[in-house]
């Protein structure tokens, strides 16, 4: 991500979490912290931002900030090609596990996380503005042995 996909993310934050919206400072305040985030953007042919996702990372825990789809684009892989850009930067970058809020009534979401390894250990009880509950979930970097996409087709 840079500063030029700033509006087209803020347009789909704004459209997919009109609750709990980052404002749009917050992406320029996340994208001049290089040292300890990491932000990505997905495109479709046309060049249009289909997906985002970002990344904290201060050692020993690396921290998933963001991450989301446009629905015209769900079911593409996006999502699970975004969190395992992720992931693998968390490892590059030292980190011994990732952690990330979702909440509970996103079973989604919640399916896309455990098939990737990540383990729910906490609930925050009305985390979010509109009173549902956040599930905290880690994945141990020790135990990553890459995407399970690919592991996938080599059992298939």
Known sequence: MT???????NGLEQALFP???WPLQMFYDELNQADTRSYYVAEDPDGDVVGYA???CVLPIADVQTIAVAPG??????????LETLINEA???GADDVLLEVRAD???AQRLYRWFGFEQIHVRPRYYRD???ALIMRLPLSAWNGSPRAT???TE
Do not use: W, Y
Not at 3 to 9: L, Y
Not at 73 to 82: P, R, V, W, Y
């Open 73 to 82: 684009a769900e079911g593409a892989g996006i999502g699970s090609a975004l």
């Open 54 to 56: 970002g990344l904290m």
């Open 152 to 154: 996938t087709k080599d």
């Open 3 to 9: 500063f030029d996909d700033i509006a087209a993310v």
């Open 91 to 93: 490892k590059q970058r």
């Open 19 to 21: 609750v709990d919206a």
């Open 106 to 108: 996103n079973p989604r």
């Open 131 to 133: 009173g549902a509950d």
